[in-house]
T-cell receptor, first 116, second 112 residues
Framework: GAVVSQHPSWVICKSGTSVKIECRSLDFQATTMFWYRQFPKQSLMLMATSNEGSKATYEQGVEKDKFLINHASLTLSTLTVTSAHPEDSSFYIC????????????FGPGTRLTVL | LAKTTQPISMDSYEGQEVNITCSHNNIATNDYITWYQQFPSQGPRFIIQGYKTKVTNEVASLFIPADRKSSTLSLPRVSLSDTAVYYCLVGDSGNQGGKLIFGQGTELSVKP
Protein backbone atom coordinates (compact mmCIF):
# COMPACT_ATOMS: atom_id res chain seq x y z
CA GLY A 1 0.00 0.00 0.00
CA ALA A 2 0.81 3.72 0.09
CA VAL A 3 2.01 4.09 -3.47
CA VAL A 4 2.60 7.44 -5.14
CA SER A 5 3.02 7.69 -8.89
CA GLN A 6 4.25 10.50 -11.10
CA HIS A 7 3.64 11.12 -14.76
CA PRO A 8 5.56 11.52 -16.90
CA SER A 9 8.73 9.91 -15.61
CA TRP A 10 10.75 12.09 -17.93
CA VAL A 11 10.03 14.91 -20.34
CA ILE A 12 12.07 16.95 -22.79
CA CYS A 13 10.69 20.25 -23.97
CA LYS A 14 11.71 23.37 -25.81
CA SER A 15 12.46 26.58 -23.99
CA GLY A 16 9.35 28.70 -23.52
CA THR A 17 6.87 25.86 -23.36
CA SER A 18 4.89 24.77 -20.32
CA VAL A 19 5.10 21.32 -18.81
CA LYS A 20 2.62 19.64 -16.49
CA ILE A 21 3.66 16.93 -14.04
CA GLU A 22 1.08 14.80 -12.27
CA CYS A 23 1.38 13.24 -8.84
CA ARG A 24 -1.14 10.62 -7.77
CA SER A 25 -1.70 8.71 -4.57
CA LEU A 26 -2.87 5.32 -5.79
CA ASP A 27 -4.26 3.65 -2.71
CA PHE A 28 -4.82 6.36 -0.14
CA GLN A 29 -6.22 9.82 0.14
CA ALA A 30 -3.53 12.46 0.21
CA THR A 31 -4.70 15.38 2.27
CA THR A 32 -1.37 17.08 1.69
CA MET A 33 1.12 16.81 -1.14
CA PHE A 34 4.58 18.28 -1.38
CA TRP A 35 6.71 19.16 -4.39
CA TYR A 36 10.49 19.01 -4.33
CA ARG A 37 13.18 19.83 -6.83
CA GLN A 38 16.56 18.15 -6.92
CA PHE A 39 19.57 19.19 -8.97
CA PRO A 40 22.37 16.73 -9.71
CA LYS A 41 24.44 15.77 -6.68
CA GLN A 42 22.30 17.95 -4.44
CA SER A 43 19.66 17.32 -1.83
CA LEU A 44 15.93 17.67 -2.28
CA MET A 45 14.65 21.21 -1.99
CA LEU A 46 11.08 21.70 -0.89
CA MET A 47 9.23 23.94 -3.34
CA ALA A 48 5.69 24.00 -2.05
CA THR A 49 3.03 22.37 0.04
CA SER A 50 -0.42 21.80 -1.35
CA ASN A 51 -3.54 20.91 0.57
CA GLU A 52 -6.55 19.54 -1.21
CA GLY A 53 -8.96 22.26 -2.18
CA SER A 54 -6.80 25.20 -1.16
CA LYS A 55 -3.99 27.27 -2.56
CA ALA A 56 -0.47 25.95 -2.35
CA THR A 57 2.03 27.39 0.10
CA TYR A 58 5.33 28.15 -1.57
CA GLU A 59 8.74 28.14 0.06
CA GLN A 60 10.76 31.31 0.06
CA GLY A 61 12.39 31.96 -3.28
CA VAL A 62 10.04 29.77 -5.30
CA GLU A 63 8.09 31.71 -7.93
CA LYS A 64 4.43 30.84 -7.57
CA ASP A 65 3.60 32.20 -11.02
CA LYS A 66 6.19 29.99 -12.63
CA PHE A 67 5.44 26.81 -10.74
CA LEU A 68 1.68 26.43 -10.70
CA ILE A 69 0.35 23.83 -8.31
CA ASN A 70 -3.17 22.44 -8.28
CA HIS A 71 -4.49 19.92 -5.78
CA ALA A 72 -8.04 19.49 -6.94
CA SER A 73 -8.70 16.07 -5.49
CA LEU A 74 -7.51 13.87 -2.67
CA THR A 75 -5.52 11.71 -5.06
CA LEU A 76 -4.08 14.15 -7.57
CA SER A 77 -1.79 17.16 -7.51
CA THR A 78 -0.25 18.76 -10.55
CA LEU A 79 2.81 20.94 -10.98
CA THR A 80 2.98 23.07 -14.09
CA VAL A 81 6.30 24.63 -15.01
CA THR A 82 5.31 27.63 -17.09
CA SER A 83 7.55 29.08 -19.80
CA ALA A 84 10.28 26.61 -18.96
CA HIS A 85 13.90 27.54 -19.46
CA PRO A 86 17.06 25.43 -19.36
CA GLU A 87 17.70 26.42 -15.74
CA ASP A 88 14.42 24.71 -14.82
CA SER A 89 15.87 21.39 -15.90
CA SER A 90 15.83 19.27 -12.79
CA PHE A 91 14.41 16.19 -11.09
CA TYR A 92 10.99 16.96 -9.66
CA ILE A 93 9.68 14.74 -6.88
CA CYS A 94 6.33 14.78 -5.16
CA UNK A 95 5.32 13.26 -1.86
CA UNK A 96 1.93 12.61 -0.38
CA UNK A 97 0.73 12.47 3.16
CA UNK A 98 -2.35 10.93 4.66
CA UNK A 99 -2.96 12.18 8.17
CA UNK A 100 -4.73 8.93 8.96
CA UNK A 101 -1.43 7.11 8.49
CA UNK A 102 0.41 8.90 11.30
CA UNK A 103 1.47 11.60 8.90
CA UNK A 104 4.09 9.50 7.13
CA UNK A 105 5.08 10.84 3.73
CA UNK A 106 5.30 8.65 0.67
CA PHE A 107 7.43 9.75 -2.24
CA GLY A 108 6.83 9.42 -5.93
CA PRO A 109 9.49 8.10 -8.31
CA GLY A 110 10.31 11.54 -9.66
CA THR A 111 10.10 13.27 -13.03
CA ARG A 112 13.19 14.25 -14.97
CA LEU A 113 12.61 17.53 -16.83
CA THR A 114 15.05 18.62 -19.51
CA VAL A 115 14.51 21.98 -21.16
CA LEU A 116 16.39 22.52 -24.39
CA LEU B 1 12.48 22.89 11.86
CA ALA B 2 15.57 21.35 13.42
CA LYS B 3 18.66 21.40 11.25
CA THR B 4 20.56 18.17 10.80
CA THR B 5 24.24 17.49 10.18
CA GLN B 6 25.56 14.28 8.66
CA PRO B 7 28.85 13.17 7.14
CA ILE B 8 28.89 13.94 3.44
CA SER B 9 30.14 10.51 2.46
CA MET B 10 31.11 7.12 3.84
CA ASP B 11 32.77 4.07 2.37
CA SER B 12 32.21 0.50 3.42
CA TYR B 13 32.69 -3.05 2.21
CA GLU B 14 30.15 -5.75 1.65
CA GLY B 15 29.17 -7.60 4.80
CA GLN B 16 30.19 -4.83 7.17
CA GLU B 17 27.91 -3.00 9.57
CA VAL B 18 27.55 0.67 8.72
CA ASN B 19 26.64 3.33 11.25
CA ILE B 20 25.68 6.80 10.06
CA THR B 21 25.35 9.43 12.75
CA CYS B 22 23.22 12.53 12.45
CA SER B 23 23.39 15.56 14.73
CA HIS B 24 20.24 17.52 15.51
CA ASN B 25 21.04 19.73 18.46
CA ASN B 26 17.89 21.82 18.18
CA ILE B 27 15.42 18.95 18.10
CA ALA B 28 12.07 19.89 19.63
CA THR B 29 10.06 17.86 22.09
CA ASN B 30 7.50 16.78 19.51
CA ASP B 31 9.98 15.99 16.75
CA TYR B 32 10.49 12.51 15.38
CA ILE B 33 13.65 11.35 13.65
CA THR B 34 13.21 9.77 10.25
CA TRP B 35 15.71 8.27 7.84
CA TYR B 36 15.23 7.98 4.10
CA GLN B 37 17.26 6.23 1.41
CA GLN B 38 17.57 7.55 -2.12
CA PHE B 39 18.99 5.86 -5.20
CA PRO B 40 19.96 7.95 -8.24
CA SER B 41 16.99 9.22 -10.24
CA GLN B 42 14.47 7.80 -7.76
CA GLY B 43 12.34 9.27 -5.02
CA PRO B 44 13.40 8.80 -1.40
CA ARG B 45 12.34 5.62 0.35
CA PHE B 46 11.40 5.49 4.04
CA ILE B 47 13.78 3.39 6.11
CA ILE B 48 12.99 3.91 9.76
CA GLN B 49 11.57 6.37 12.25
CA GLY B 50 11.99 6.81 15.97
CA TYR B 51 11.47 9.13 18.89
CA LYS B 52 13.80 7.79 21.56
CA THR B 53 15.95 4.80 22.58
CA LYS B 54 16.14 2.11 19.92
CA VAL B 55 13.97 1.13 17.01
CA THR B 56 14.57 -1.88 14.80
CA ASN B 57 12.91 -3.11 11.66
CA GLU B 58 13.76 -5.62 8.98
CA VAL B 59 16.31 -3.37 7.27
CA ALA B 60 17.89 -1.15 9.92
CA SER B 61 18.17 -0.04 13.51
CA LEU B 62 17.94 3.46 14.85
CA PHE B 63 19.71 4.42 18.05
CA ILE B 64 18.69 7.61 19.83
CA PRO B 65 20.42 8.70 23.05
CA ALA B 66 18.50 10.13 25.95
CA ASP B 67 19.17 13.77 25.02
CA ARG B 68 17.96 13.09 21.45
CA LYS B 69 20.50 15.53 20.04
CA SER B 70 21.83 12.89 17.71
CA SER B 71 20.81 9.61 16.18
CA THR B 72 22.60 6.72 14.51
CA LEU B 73 21.28 4.68 11.64
CA SER B 74 22.75 1.19 11.68
CA LEU B 75 22.72 -0.96 8.57
CA PRO B 76 23.74 -4.53 9.34
CA ARG B 77 25.87 -6.40 6.82
CA VAL B 78 25.58 -4.02 3.89
CA SER B 79 25.58 -5.19 0.30
CA LEU B 80 26.41 -3.40 -2.95
CA SER B 81 22.73 -2.55 -3.36
CA ASP B 82 22.88 -0.42 -0.22
CA THR B 83 24.97 2.14 -2.09
CA ALA B 84 22.76 5.22 -1.92
CA VAL B 85 22.29 8.57 -0.24
CA TYR B 86 20.85 8.45 3.26
CA TYR B 87 18.98 11.40 4.69
CA CYS B 88 18.26 12.11 8.33
CA LEU B 89 15.22 14.31 8.92
CA VAL B 90 13.76 15.75 12.06
CA GLY B 91 10.25 17.05 12.33
CA ASP B 92 6.81 16.87 13.80
CA SER B 93 4.21 15.55 11.41
CA GLY B 94 1.58 17.51 13.28
CA ASN B 95 3.26 20.90 13.00
CA GLN B 96 4.53 22.75 9.96
CA GLY B 97 1.96 20.80 7.96
CA GLY B 98 4.25 17.80 7.91
CA LYS B 99 7.01 19.59 6.02
CA LEU B 100 10.24 17.69 5.63
CA ILE B 101 13.41 19.69 5.12
CA PHE B 102 16.19 17.58 3.66
CA GLY B 103 19.78 18.19 4.66
CA GLN B 104 22.76 17.27 2.53
CA GLY B 105 22.55 13.54 3.22
CA THR B 106 25.29 10.94 3.47
CA GLU B 107 26.46 9.25 0.30
CA LEU B 108 27.26 5.67 1.22
CA SER B 109 29.44 3.70 -1.13
CA VAL B 110 29.64 -0.05 -0.58
CA LYS B 111 32.53 -1.80 -2.27
CA PRO B 112 32.99 -5.49 -3.00
Amino acid sequence: GAVVSQHPSWVICKSGTSVKIECRSLDFQATTMFWYRQFPKQSLMLMATSNEGSKATYEQGVEKDKFLINHASLTLSTLTVTSAHPEDSSFYICSARDIRLAGEQFFGPGTRLTVL
Amino acid sequence: LAKTTQPISMDSYEGQEVNITCSHNNIATNDYITWYQQFPSQGPRFIIQGYKTKVTNEVASLFIPADRKSSTLSLPRVSLSDTAVYYCLVGDSGNQGGKLIFGQGTELSVKP
